[in-house]
């Protein structure tokens, strides 16, 4: 087995956060970093294309192709799993929607770990500290950051008559869902540069590619960290991992950044001997620490896609119908990086409570000016619209496990959806409402008709058999290494993303965090690696320029 080298800092995974860590890190000269990536570049033309997942969810170019195992939840179907294999990981697949989340979120993140650290107040600084935000710098948002965040380049009469028509039944129109408390409706803010999609290898890692002390190697699959017994216990000491049809050992000396997501980390974890012993053992793997939390606490949000007819009215189904409607679409993207080309998978966003005791939303719309029958299938040849509503605190609880001790082997995926009561019980109160929402005023002249799931549907308990019927991921699993007190035996790292019982090993993505935010996922995330930066930074005793 050959050796790739000796550094200060191996990180594992070039996605979201591993791409911000690798260009904090090596702002300090005197640090030498390898960043691990399992994928290719992103050179990919379809990645920067907005309207480009289309091409990359499902492609083995840009995926893992990850599936769910059977969900009783779902009346049994398996679902794909899309998840990022490509330097700037799913920010070169997903939506590109700028949301942080609830302040509520954070202050229940500080108090599950006991780090007021972790506290709204004290996160919103390391949000705005990357942040490009089109209004300029405010109390709330940040200016000449990395990560540009604009506004959408098109709307649509069909979404602006959602808009009203959620206004009338209460759900008022803002212009900011960042602001900590994220009520009310308004165009998503997308992460584009100039109708481009913008992603953290381009934002973070291209700008410090060229640094000497940064090694990037792509193509490569780590198959388990080097845990060796040190003077106070486990340590870790780099990584295995192959690559060209090549084996190799990379030595790390200070510490190991495990920032393969939600899925990846566990699933590493557990390859290495770290995770709950009698499930590795009967893998055929030797645990080496017994962390019964790794790869337990999966949560993900569920939409639920509600398809209306409409008629008067233009949407993508009609506009896209035929060879000229979509030869127009392409040459307004050509010509001015507008148009549909240029829309992020959802434009309108609503947020809003099922009942009236939540003291805060609990409930996301994604309001598309389209509708397939699902993902990956031609739109319909009728004109309609999908109003995709999910659950933003589910308490449902999903696991990942290793299926076999083959690293090659995908883990087996299992959410859980709709698996609690109180979930079933939301799911049913956010179809209800969101057939308030279109029987509205505003939506009454394109006269909408229910075509999914049908308005047979009527009672609480018929329309949470119908939320397992429509329901599907809305690519946003979280908590796998959940963040937690060191005495807290579900709890994988501790408030500095340390791997409990190994020193030299911390984990930094979405899988840290212990609930779900009330929002989409990948800003969080992005903020998760400043932070871990500055506590590794400040761990380390070195400055690094501002």
């Known amino acids: 087995m050959e050796s790739a080298g000796e550094y200060d800092y191996i990180i594992v995974g070039g996605g979201t956060s591993g791409c911000v860590l690798a260009n904090r890190l ?23 294309i907005p309207v480009g997942y289309l091409h990359c969810i499902g492609n083995p170019r840009t995926d893992w192709l990850f599936n769910t195992e059977p969900d009783p939840g779902l009346g049994g179907r398996a679902l794909i799993y899309p998840r990022g294999k490509v330097l700037g990981g799913s920010s070169s697949i997903n939506g590109m929607i700028y949301m942080r989340g609830q302040k509520g979120d954070y202050e229940r993140w500080a108090d599950s770990c006991g780090d007021d650290s972790w506290r709204w107040n004290e996160v919103l600084p390391l949000f705005k500290k990357s942040e490009d935000h089109y ?6 948002h940040g200016a000449g950051g990395e990560w540009r965040v604009e506004k959408q380049r098109l709307s649509w009469k069909i979404l602006d008559a959602f808009r009203d028509a959620a206004a009338e039944v209460g759900i008022e129109k803002v212009e900011d869902f960042n602001t900590g408390d994220n009520a009310g409706s308004s165009y998503f803010e997308v992460n584009q540069r100039r109708g481009i999609r913008l992603n953290t290898a381009k934002a973070f890692l291209k700008p410090a590619a ?38 190799f050992t990379a030595t790390a000396h200070c510490e190991t950044l495990l920032a393969a997501g939600a899925i990846g980390s566990p699933h590493i974890l557990q390859l290495s001997g770290i995770g709950a012993a009698a499930s590795l053992q ?12 790794v790869g337990e606490n999966l949560q993900d949000h569920l939409q639920l896609r509600m398809v209306y007819k409409v008629t008067g009215v233009k949407t993508l189904n009609t506009s896209a119908a035929n060879w000229f409607g979509k030869m127009k679409i392409g040459m307004e993207y050509a010509l001015f990086r507008s148009g549909p080309m240029s829309m992020a998978p959802s434009q309108l966003g609503a947020f809003a409570r099922s009942n009236a005791d939540e003291a805060t939303p609990n409930l996301q719309y994604h309001v598309q000016p389209l509708s397939l029958e699902k993902f990956g299938d031609p739109l319909h040849g009728f004109p309609a619209f999908t109003a995709s509503v999910c659950n933003l605190r589910p308490t449902s609880r999903g696991h990942v496990r290793i299926a076999s001790n083959d690293s090659y ?36 002249q394109y006269r909408p008709e229910e075509f999914k799931p049908g308005p047979h549907y009527r009672t ?46 911390r984990v930094v993505d979405a899988s840290i965090m212990p609930f779900i935010t009330s929002g989409n996922t990948n800003s969080p995330t ?4 400043e932070k871990a930066a500055e506590m590794i930074v400040k761990r380390a005793g070195v400055s690094t320029p501002a």
Not at 43 to 48: A, Q, T, V
Not at 135 to 140: I, Q
């Open 409 to 444: 082997a995908a883990p087996k995926i299992t959410p859980n959806y709709l698996s609690t009561d109180a979930d079933r019980r939301t799911a049913a109160q956010a179809l209800a409402l969101t057939r308030r929402i279109v029987a509205a005023p505003a939506l009454a």
């Open 460 to 505: 609480e308990e018929e329309l949470a058999e119908a939320a397992g019927l429509i329901g599907t991921t809305i690519f946003h699993p979280v908590g796998t290494c959940r963040m937690g007190r060191r005495d807290d035996p579900q709890a994988v790292v501790d408030s500095e993303l340390r791997v409990i019982g190994v020193e030299g090993l």
């Open 210 to 247: 060229q640094r000497t002390n940064l090694t990037i190697m792509t193509g490569c699959h780590v198959e388990r960290l080097l845990i060796e017994e040190g003077e106070g216990g486990k340590v870790c000491r780099g990584v295995q991992f192959t690559g060209g049809g090549r084996a």
């Open 282 to 293: 009967r893998h055929g793997i030797a645990p080496t620490v017994d962390l019964p939390g």
């Open 135 to 140: 209004r300029g710098a405010s109390e709330l």
């Open 526 to 529: 992005l903020m998760i690696a």
């Open 26 to 48: 090596t702002r300090n000269k005197n640090v030498n970093v390898l960043l691990i990536e399992a994928g290719a570049r992103d050179d990919y033309l379809w990645i920067h």
